[in-house]
């Protein structure tokens, strides 16, 4: 679904991306998780090209993306993504945001676009908000209405980058658990986040970045039970630690 | 003789100062600046739009060339401009009135800083928009159209209407290529009574503070209408 194989990217001087190697298999949900500055933002970027590679080759969905004749609007239709900051359209009413992009770009007629907006509600629980204004809502009702809006278009992938890190800490539950549901029906889900617990419950396979290098790469348990590298364990004691103790998350 | 009673000459001409010989003969004075400005701006406001969408292009070939015009025009005194389209556009294109080079130059000028505004009021909403438009699979042109602009042409009221202000008061130099408008209808009186340049001049004065301070008025009413509920 998507293959990195000798991904490199640069920021000037900065070496973002070092030989990234990564298969991520349909239906698979892949946490991606490291230290601040680590790339793993810029990585789930490059996969619909909000950041485009330097070096190497990228295949998502079939469509090379190192390619200049691939249609980059088309791929990114098949992508949804969420972003830390929500990123709703603050001039659109919930419903409006997430319709826009079915009516614009794939024709569908206003109230069909409607009628499967307001299922997408109903499946993150906002259907009462759908004449609302983003800025009348909560953190975790706008990221809730930013997945919908991701959903609106049928993706074939999901893209997260650190959802919960912008949101009060009563309000990273209620998206953790939209994003565990999304899961279970099988959708491909790439997932940024310091969520350890969500790593742990969710992911099939959690990815360990630093300096822009994939350190480790390893099921939920192995990874915390047994992380291999040394910079994994540090990071992981620092992120466990004096609250749970660092085997916090083996069981 | 109270000094009140040499407002007499206003009075006497109120007429002319307003529409000139219009019904009979061409509009003047108020009304032709008035005409002067809002055809002006109308035009100006597309021309800086479509300026302003060029110079924020993510081509250089695009971006380049415009903000040189840009710039260029930004950085050439207006009287001038007045004058280049006043003996160019006839050289090009035969006779033209002279209202009609006046409204040309206005526009060319006020459309260089309009796409300024414009520019600043796109960089204005923040990246994460674009992406979140793009991302959707809109196009980019898509994004600017549906997500973009709505937005930043809310915030790029205020600025607009003190553009237009400017132009307003800009009209005035029509009358250096002899546009009968507010200014050089009053010169025109000024020369015929000979005796009334404070009253006249004053009078006029009045009359541009009340146009553009009845502009700002509006755009403070427009812009608490189209006030949306800001992120909180």
């Known amino acids: ?14 070496h973002v991306l070092n030989d990234i190697n990564l298969h991520v298999t349909p239906g698979e949900v892949m946490v991606v998780c490291g230290p601040s500055g680590s790339g793993k933002s810029t990585l789930i970027r490059t996969i619909n090209q909000l950041e485009p590679i330097d070096q190497g080759s990228l295949v998502v969905d079939d469509m090379d993306l190192s390619d200049k004749k691939t249609d980059i609007n088309k791929l990114r239709a098949e992508i949804g ?3 830390q900051q929500f990123n709703l359209y603050p001039h659109l009413t919930v419903i409006n945001n997430i319709t826009l992009a079915p009516i614009k770009i794939r024709n569908t007629p206003k109230k069909e676009a409607e009628e499967q907006a307001m299922q997408l509600l109903i499946r993150v629980g906002l259907a009462e908000k759908r004449d609302a204004y983003p800025a009348q809502l909560s953190g975790g009702q706008q990221q809730r209405v930013a997945i919908a809006r991701g959903l609106a278009m049928r993706p074939k992938i999901m893209l997260f980058d650190e959802p919960t890190s912008a949101l009060d800490p009563e309000m990273i539950g209620e998206v953790l658990q939209v994003m565990q549901d999304l899961a279970k029906t099988g959708m491909t889900m790439v997932v940024v986040t310091h969520e350890m617990g969500f790593a742990r419950e969710v992911a099939h396979r959690v990815v360990f970045m630093d300096a822009g290098t994939i350190l480790e790469e390893a099921k939920p348990k192995d990874f915390f039970c047994n992380p291999q590298h040394e910079r994994a364990k540090q990071f992981l004691n620092q992120l466990l630690t004096p609250m749970h103790g660092a085997g916090a998350l083996c069981d | 003789m109270s000094i009140l009673s040499n407002f007499q000459v206003i009075a006497d001409n109120f007429t002319y100062f307003m529409i000139g010989r219009w019904p009979a003969g061409p509009l003047g004075g108020v009304g032709l600046t008035l005409y002067l400005a809002v055809v002006s701006c109308i035009l100006s406001f597309f021309g800086g739009l479509i300026l302003g969408l060029l110079s924020v292009s993510r081509h250089r070939w695009i971006s380049w060339p415009s903000m040189l015009f840009i710039n260029t025009v930004r950085g050439v005194p207006l009287l001038m401009v007045i004058f280049w389209m ?8 035969g ?21 300024q505004i414009v520019r600043a009021g796109i960089e204005g909403i923040g990246t994460g928009q674009m992406e979140a438009a793009v991302s959707t699979g809109l196009k980019h042109w898509q994004a600017m159209y549906y997500i973009i602009l709505p937005q930043g042409l809310r915030n790029m009221i205020p600025s607009f209407v003190n553009q237009f202000v400017s132009l307003i008061k800009d009209t005035s130099l029509a009358f250096i290529v002899g546009v009968s408008e507010l200014t050089h209808v009053g010169t025109q009186i000024n020369n015929r009574t000979m005796a009334f340049p404070t009253e006249i001049f004053f009078f006029i004065a009045v009359v541009y503070f009340i146009l553009c301070f009845a502009f700002t008025s509006l755009s403070r009413w427009l812009e608490q209408r189209l006030a949306w509920r800001k992120a909180i």
């Open chain 2, 86 to 93: 006043y003996f160019l556009l006839p050289a090009l294109f």
């Open chain 1, 1 to 14: 679904m998507i293959q990195f194989t000798g991904v490199h990217k640069w920021f000037k001087q900065l």
């Open chain 2, 95 to 115: 006779k033209v009135p002279e209202s009609q080079t006046v409204i040309m130059a206005l526009t060319l000028f006020t459309s260089a800083y309009m796409s």
């Open chain 1, 81 to 83: 993504f969420v972003f």
